[in-house]
């Protein structure tokens, strides 16, 4: 019987040694394919993290160049302000200058009556001519002079 089961066992271990390489040879085939695997997966894992980073990069540069955006909307926004309170400026000037004109006319109208009444007609030279001495009426030429200097120019 000793015989019959070493028989059996040597038998069944010439049977069996093709399937055991063929396992150990799928064993190492497996082992290879798996630190494969896990090859590409840390590529792939350092691909991921490489766009994470990137993505958070954008992510910050919009967000500044929003800040930025809303830096510039604000001064243009003052700016509009200021244009605004000049404009109404210019316009009260304006108004202001009109008013000024007018008045002005109706003086030199007035004077232009007044003057009739004077020995030359001339409100200057009258001015001039009814100084007391010499001295009076050189000092009402220069005065008179300096009168007409800002009329004359443009």
């Given at each position: 019987m000793k015989k019959r089961l070493i028989a059996l066992a040597a038998s069944s271990l010439l049977v069996l040694q093709p399937l055991m390489v063929?396992?150990?040879?799928?064993?190492?085939?497996?082992?290879?394919?798996?630190?494969?695997?896990?090859?590409?997966?840390?590529?792939?894992l350092d691909q991921v993290n490489a766009m994470t980073?990137?993505?958070?990069?954008?992510?910050?540069?919009?967000?500044?160049?929003?800040?930025?955006?809303?830096?510039?909307?604000?001064?243009?926004?003052?700016?509009?302000?200021?244009?605004?309170?000049?404009?109404?400026?210019?316009?009260d000037t304006q108004a202001t200058v009109k008013a000024r004109k007018a008045e002005l006319k109706r003086q030199l109208r007035s004077l232009q009556k007044s003057a009739g009444d004077g020995v030359t007609g001339n409100v200057y030279t009258d001015f001039v001519l009814n100084?007391?001495?010499?001295?009076?009426?050189?000092?009402?030429?220069?005065?008179?002079?300096?009168l007409v200097r800002p009329i004359k120019m443009p």
């Open positions: 063929t396992q150990a040879a799928s064993s190492d085939d497996i082992k290879q394919q798996m630190s494969s695997n896990q090859d590409e997966a840390s590529k792939l980073k990137k993505v958070a990069d954008l992510q910050k540069q919009v967000k500044d160049k929003d800040a930025k955006i809303k830096d510039e909307e604000a001064k243009i926004q003052d700016l509009q302000t200021k244009l605004d309170q000049m404009s109404t400026q210019i316009q100084g007391s001495d010499l001295a009076d009426v050189v000092g009402r030429a220069f005065a008179v002079q300096k």
